[in-house]
């Protein structure tokens, strides 16, 4: 199988998707291309150039609308959206998109998408914990912090969460936005903060990590959270935000902490070692699960593949949406909303993905929400009786672990 795997410029750097595509490359012939939306014109013309339809498959990694390029031409398509980048994109965004396949690796983007595309799946990503060194001294609070986006999370912000509640925090500076310029604190030196830019050996950053036990989450929302995940495999105390995919992997006060965006109280890291092991724990189980996720996959990506619909969109129209979305996104999304409006088929997936169905998991999310009440208030309950805390830390990790489950499952 031949298969064009278009990428975010931004993994040469990161690599974050560099376990897909070695996943891909196990059983297909894979050709890479980067798209660097910072300069957009460029890079669509020169993606306008490639013969789409020599491949098998196309496979676009978290910019999804390059797929209207290669869908225009009737080629196969797999989008593969994460949730930072597009899970407050509307409805009519994924029916336009509609003629090509989706995977997910957030629940809550695949419960927005699976009714509107051409076939759907989601799946959890879990690295291999056995090469990460295990976090330490945890009674030494050593904090790392990955300055990515100053507008969502800094080194203040930081401190709001943990008041002198630290041994030290380590600031990488690498913002997503390359223009953003970062500058520490006055009063940083005093609090022994100190800060790194990226490294010429990815072992240096690595071995920062490995210095600290406490991880601050760098973004409000993640698409799969690399870093987030890296740290819980650590057996790092891990803090994130409430929102995906955070919730989706952490647990409150179970394997990690949460806290709502723009809600700063002061987090208590009294019980970060437990946290910390609970991570570990969570991905030493997740990992099992990808792996045999993994034993699926491959007939899945051929079953994508086999999927040929007539275009939908002509070659000009694709263009004009692809041009939009990185240059002005509400005119993409009246143009996205047009193409939907004006093509039958995608405009009957929209309407039934709002009918009963749509009402029933808003009722589910409601029935949802009460348990969460519910399981929160006996923990709460439970966290007043005397003593409870040092019994809860006595359970075996097995019990701790089934509880997490039941939690994750309840906070879906």
């Known amino acids: 199988m031949r298969i ?25 012939d894979v050709t890479l291309e ?22 098998d498959l196309v496979v676009v990694w978290q910019l999804e ?7 225009s031409v009737g080629a196969s398509v797999l989008v593969i959206p994460m949730y930072d980048g597009s899970g407050a994109q509307p409805a009519e965004h994924w029916a336009a998109l509609s003629d090509a396949s989706i995977l997910n690796f957030s629940y809550n983007l695949h419960v927005a998408t699976r009714e509107l595309m051409a076939s759907a799946k989601v799946v959890q990503y879990f690295p291999d914990p ?60 005093r609090y022994g903060v100190t800060s790194s830019r990226w490294f010429d050996d990815p ?50 006060n179970i394997n990690g ?32 699960r990808w792996e045999e996720d993994l034993k699926a996959l491959p007939a899945f990506v051929a079953a994508c593949a086999t999927l040929k619909r007539p275009p939908s969109l002509t070659p000009a129209t694709a263009l004009r949406l692809v041009r939009s979305y990185f240059e002005d996104m509400e005119l993409y999304r009246q143009l996205a909303s047009g193409l939907v409006a004006g093509n039958p088929a995608m405009a009957r997936a929209l309407k039934a993905s709002r009918g009963p169905e749509d009402l029933a998991r808003a009722a589910e999310r409601q029935a949802m929400g009460v348990a969460r009440q519910h399981l929160e208030s006996l923990r709460e309950g439970l966290g007043r009786i005397p003593g409870w805390r040092r019994l809860r830390a006595l359970l075996p990790s097995r019990v701790k672990i089934v509880l997490a489950r039941l939690f994750m499952a309840v906070r879906r």
Not at 217 to 240: D, T
Request: proline share 6%; net charge negative; aromatic share 12%.
């Open 130 to 189: 056995k090469p990460f060194a295990l976090a330490k001294d945890f009674e030494r609070p050593r904090v790392f912090f990955w300055h990515r986006r100053g507008d969502q999370l800094d080194l203040e912000t930081v401190f709001r969460l943990l008041p002198g509640n630290f041994e030290s925090i380590h600031v990488h500076i690498a913002p997503d936005d390359p223009d953003e310029e970062v500058t520490l604190p006055s009063w940083a030196s």
């Open 4 to 28: 064009l795997f278009l990428d975010h410029a931004f993994h040469r750097k990161t690599g974050s998707s560099r376990f897909f595509l070695d996943f891909l490359k196990g059983f297909s």
């Open 203 to 252: 072992k240096g950053l690595s071995d920062v990590i490995d210095s600290c036990n406490v991880a601050v989450c760098p973004r409000f929302s993640e698409g799969i959270g690399m870093f987030m995940l890296e740290a819980m495999a650590r057996g790092m105390c891990v803090i994130g935000s409430s929102w995906p995919v955070h919730n989706e992997y952490i647990a409150n």
């Open 257 to 288: 902490m949460l806290f709502d965006p723009g809600s700063y109280g002061a987090l208590d890291l009294s019980d970060a070692e437990r946290l910390g092991t609970m991570a570990r724990k969570g991905v030493e189980a997740g990992r099992l």
């Open 65 to 71: 609308a390059l797929a209207f390029l290669p869908i």
């Open 34 to 55: 980067f798209f660097d939306p910072l300069i957009a014109d460029s890079e669509i013309e020169r993606l306008v150039a490639l013969n789409f339809t020599d491949f």
